[in-house]
T-cell receptor, first 113, second 113 residues
Framework: ETGVTQTPRHLVMGMTNKKSLKCEQH?????MYWYKQSAKKPLELMFV???????ENNSVPSRFSPECPNSSHLFLHLHTLQPEDSALYLC????????????FGQGTRLTVV | EDQVTQSPEALRLQEGESSSLNCSYT??????LFWYRQDPGKGPEFLFT???AGEEKEKERLKATLTKKESFLHITAPKPEDSATYLC??????????????FGQGTTLQVKP
């Protein structure tokens, strides 16, 4: 148990589907992040939220839409994805956006067919 | 451009055979360097944070060191349960407002009994 919980663990969706990934942290942290991990590539930062405010959007296509309703929850809404979007999507949190260590969830393995 | 390079890409050791993993980085200024461990199908697990050249951190069989251009993760007398992918990440100066981390591609370590 890392204190960061992601659901679902696995997701298969068609290119015309709409789905959402959920992340919840139980650590009392103020910053939350979405990362993408593709095979043979380094983790790529997608979005950063601090106190529910988005502070970084790393040139991510609009088919990915984040939502942070409060400091404990983070969503990633997905629509009209492409097969190349298949990857492991990781959520992380840290004490604040400039703080040191980030704690990661287990990830959602997404397959777009 | 900020960059992190890890070597080797893969490392196979016999149980008890000590070795080191390398993380070379190029940043305009370093706020912090992080080591994570990632097991297959799971999110990264935080190991160490290093802030300045000469700093060292230890945890069980692992020891991380930092110079102005690189970091080493020394593994002493490894056991099969140390098998995992080890990720290095840097947080550049000026990224304190976003908590952004730049990851290397990782070193996959396999320790055989």
């Amino acid at each position: 148990e890392t204190g960061v919980t992601q659901t679902p663990r696995h997701l298969v969706m068609g290119m015309t589907n709409k789905k959402s990934l959920k992340c919840e942290q139980h650590l009392g942290h103020n910053a939350m992040y979405w990362y993408k991990q593709s095979a043979k590539k380094p983790l790529e930062l997608m979005f950063v939220y601090s106190l529910e405010e988005r502070v970084e959007n790393n040139s991510v296509p609009s088919r990915f839409s984040p939502e942070c309703p409060n400091s404990s929850h983070l969503f990633l809404h997905l629509h009209t994805l492409q097969p190349e979007d298949s990857a492991l999507y990781l959520c992380a949190s840290s004490q604040d956006r400039g703080h040191t260590e980030a704690f990661f969830g287990q990830g959602t393995r997404l397959t777009v067919v | 451009e900020d960059q992190v390079t890890q070597s080797p890409e893969a490392l196979r050791l016999q149980e008890g055979e000590s070795s080191s993993l390398n993380c070379s980085y190029t940043v305009s200024g370093l706020r912090g360097l992080f080591w994570y461990r990632q097991d297959p199908g799971k999110g990264p697990e935080f190991l160490f944070t290093l802030y300045s050249a000469g700093e060292e951190k230890e945890k069980e069989r692992l020891k991380a060191t930092l110079t102005k251009k690189e970091s080493f993760l020394h593994i002493t007398a490894p056991k099969p349960e140390d098998s995992a992918t080890y990720l290095c990440a840097v947080q550049p100066l000026g990224s304190g407002n976003t908590g952004k981390l730049i990851f290397g591609q990782g070193t996959t370590l396999q320790v055989k009994p």
